[in-house]
C-alpha cells in the first residue's frame, strides 16, 4: 500500500505538479509554507508566500515576508490572515514588486482547513501578470495618445482663426513632440519588461539632460498639466556614460508624474553633483498617503486613476535595470514629496 510519504517523494521525483500552471502552497497558521507544489524548498528555512515570490518588501527587510513597514498593507497577506481567522474561503489580486524590480500580479484563493486541532490554508496563486501587463499597458497607451492628438487638433482648428498663428506653432511643435515621446515611451517600457532593450551607452555632459527638461518640458508644461515648471540646476561640466535618450526617459516619467498628480502647482526639477554622483530630482508639495507609497513601483499602480502608474515603475526598471542607477523617493508632511535618480558620473 502506497504510503502518504511516498505519494509525495513520486510527486517531487516527477516534477509531476510544476507544470499545472498554478503554484499552491499549505500555509500554517503563522503563514510559514509547509508545502509548495513545485521547487522543493528546505522546510529549515521557515519561509513565507512574499520570500517565495521574492517580493522586494520581503527581500529588504531583515526578516523576511511580514516584516516589513508595508506588509501591513498586503492585499495578499491580509486576505490570507483574514480566511484563517474566519474560517472561510476568500480570494484576492494582488501586485508585487519583485527584486528584479519587475512586477508580478496575481489572483490569490485561500481555503482554509482544520488538522489536528490546528488551522492550515491552501492558496492557490494564479499568475496573471502577462494579463494585467497588456490590459494597463493598452490604458495607459490610448489614454494619453488619445488626450495629446485631441489636444493637437483643437490648437490645429484655433490656428485657422489667427492671424499671427506663431505662438500656437511653438505648443503645437511641443505637443507633437510630446506625441512622439509618449510612443517611444511605450515602446522602451516594452522592451524593458521582455528584457530586449538595449542601451546605446555614450559620454555626455549631463547638464544636457537639464538642457531637456528646459527646452522640451517647461514649454508645454502649463498648457499640459496645468503646471509650472521650475529647473534648479548646479551642474556645469560633469559627464555621464550612458545611454541620454533613456536617461531622459527617466527624467520626463519623474516629471510627468510630479505633474499629473499636483495640476495647478510649482513642480520643482533639481540637479546637482554629489561627490561622484550626479542626482537628479523632481519636487512637489503633495505628500503621498502610507498605502500609495507602499506600491508606487509596482506595475499599474497609480492615485490617478485605473490603468495609470506606469511612470513610477518604468522610471524604476529602466534607471536601476538598464542605466545602473539608484530611483528612490522620499515624501513627508512639511516636506512634500521628491523623487531621485542617482547615476555614476563618468
Not at 494585467?132 to 488619445?146: A, G, I, P, W
Request: include cysteine.
Amino acid at each position: 500500500m502506497i504510503t502518504k510519504e511516498d505519494l509525495y517523494s513520486i510527486v517531487r521525483a516527477n516534477n509531476i505538479m510544476d507544470d499545472a500552471g498554478t503554484t499552491f502552497v499549505v500555509l500554517d497558521e503563522n503563514l510559514r509554507i509547509q508545502y509548495v507544489n513545485y521547487t522543493p524548498i528546505d522546510r529549515a528555512l521557515n519561509i513565507s508566500p512574499g520570500d517565495l515570490l521574492k517580493c522586494s518588501n520581503a527581500c529588504n527587510a531583515e526578516h523576511g515576508c511580514g516584516t516589513h513597514e508595508n506588509c501591513r498593507l498586503c492585499k495578499l497577506r491580509n486576505m490570507v490572515e483574514t480566511s484563517l481567522f474566519t474560517n472561510k474561503k476568500m480570494e484576492t489580486d494582488a501586485d508585487f514588486l519583485i527584486s528584479d524590480n519587475t512586477d508580478y500580479s496575481v489572483h490569490a484563493i485561500s481555503t482554509p482547513f482544520k488538522f489536528e486541532g490546528r488551522t492550515w490554508t491552501i492558496v492557490l496563486l494564479v499568475d496573471k501578470t502577462d494579463q494585467h501587463r497588456e490590459l494597463m499597458m493598452e490604458r495607459v497607451f490610448f489614454h494619453d495618445l488619445l488626450n495629446l492628438s485631441g489636444a493637437l487638433n483643437g490648437l490645429l482648428d484655433c490656428m485657422q482663426y489667427e492671424e499671427d498663428p506663431k505662438e500656437l506653432m511653438l505648443t503645437v511643435k511641443g505637443i507633437s513632440s510630446q506625441l512622439l515621446e509618449e510612443i517611444e515611451a511605450q515602446r522602451d517600457l516594452i522592451y524593458a519588461k521582455n528584457n530586449i532593450l538595449k542601451p546605446s551607452p555614450k559620454r555626455f555632459t549631463a547638464s544636457e539632460t537639464v538642457d531637456f527638461v528646459n527646452e522640451s518640458l517647461v514649454p508645454v508644461s502649463k498648457d499640459m498639466w496645468d503646471v509650472t515648471l521650475h529647473v534648479d540646476s548646479t551642474l556645469t561640466n560633469e559627464m555621464l556614460n550612458s545611454d541620454k535618450g533613456l536617461v531622459n526617459r527617466v527624467i520626463h516619467n519623474m516629471v510627468k508624474n510630479a505633474c499629473e498628480a499636483n495640476h495647478g502647482t510649482t513642480v520643482t526639477v533639481k540637479a546637482h553633483a554629489d561627490g561622484d554622483k550626479i542626482v537628479f530630482s523632481v519636487h512637489n508639495d503633495a505628500v503621498m498617503s502610507d498605502e500609495v507609497k507602499s506600491k508606487v513601483f509596482i506595475y499599474g499602480n497609480s492615485t490617478k486613476g485605473n490603468g495609470r502608474g506606469l511612470g513610477t515603475y518604468s522610471m524604476k526598471l529602466i534607471g536601476e535595470n538598464f542605466l545602473h542607477g539608484h530611483v528612490w523617493f522620499r515624501s513627508e508632511k512639511g516636506f512634500g514629496t521628491e523623487f531621485y535618480f542617482e547615476m555614476d558620473m563618468a
